[in-house]
Each structure stands twice: as C-alpha cells, then as structure tokens.
C-alpha cells in the first residue's frame, strides 16, 4: 500500500472523519425530537448514520480483498442514502429546520462522493502482492485416514 502509507487506521480515512462527525450531530439533534419518535424516527437516524461510519472501518477491515472492500463500501453508501431518506423525514415532520436539514444532506452528499472515490479508486486502497490474496498451502491431515 505504497500509495496510501499515511492512512494506517480506518480512523485516518477523511471519510470515516466525516461519517463520525455526521453520526455526532444527528445524535444531538435527535435528542430534541418528540418522545414518541425515540423508537421509530430517531433510532432510525442514528442506527443508519452510525452505521456509515462501521462499514468503512469493515471495508478497511476488508481491503485485502477488493471485492469485499467495494461490498462493504456499497453498505456504507447506501446506509448514507438512508440516512439522507430519514431527514427528509424528520424536515418533513417539523422536526428539522430547513438549515439544519440541508446542512446534514449537505454533509450526506459530500460522505457518498467521498465513497464514490473510494470506489472507483479500490485497486489503489486493495493493491498488494498476489501472494497474500491466496491461502497457503497447508497440510489439513497428516498420516492415514485410517487414524482419524
């Protein structure tokens, strides 16, 4: 990972960055919401925006293999768009002002561009010898069959 030395945790991934701080803010501004959305409305919008931030440290996890990396990358992304479907809610039910609302799409859009890059440039976060994508050769019995 020549290309990407700097980057050695999820945590360093501007994206996951971003994730975090949205995640942050849509908890703080769910705490406002009407006790009787705390288990449909808000737990919705924490859940997926929290979840943003958990596949991409999966993905990271995961980036051995590329396929794996671009599955849970696709996860994050698509918690994002949740995400973005649960403030249109929550504008449209007048628990967001119209600020705050574009303010977190804003913030959604600019999450799902950055995975997008992420996406479209996995070879350069999954490049590594061959070698590794391969299980070694491991002797799973030894002796007879008949000793077992």
């Known amino acids: 990972m020549d290309g990407l030395a700097y980057a050695r945790s999820f945590r360093d991934l501007v994206v996951y960055q971003k994730a975090w701080e949205l995640a942050q803010e849509i908890f703080e501004v769910t705490a406002a919401f009407p006790r009787e959305e705390m288990f449909a409305l808000t737990d919705q919008m924490r859940r997926s925006s929290h979840a943003i931030g958990a596949n991409i440290a999966e993905a990271w996890a995961k980036r051995r293999y590329e396929r794996h990396f671009l599955s849970k990358l696709t996860d994050a992304d698509g918690e994002q768009q949740e ?22 799409m804003r913030r959604c859009e600019e999450i799902g561009r950055l995975l997008g890059g992420m996406m479209a440039k996995a070879d350069l976060f999954c490049s590594g010898p061959a070698a590794l994508l391969r299980e070694s050769v491991t002797e799973y019995f030894v002796g007879s069959f008949e000793e077992y």
Request: proline share 0%; hydrophobic share 35%.
């Open 83 to 104: 995400t973005q479907h649960w403030i249109e809610t929550a504008a449209d039910c007048g628990y967001l002002t119209e600020q705050q609302a574009a303010s977190l």
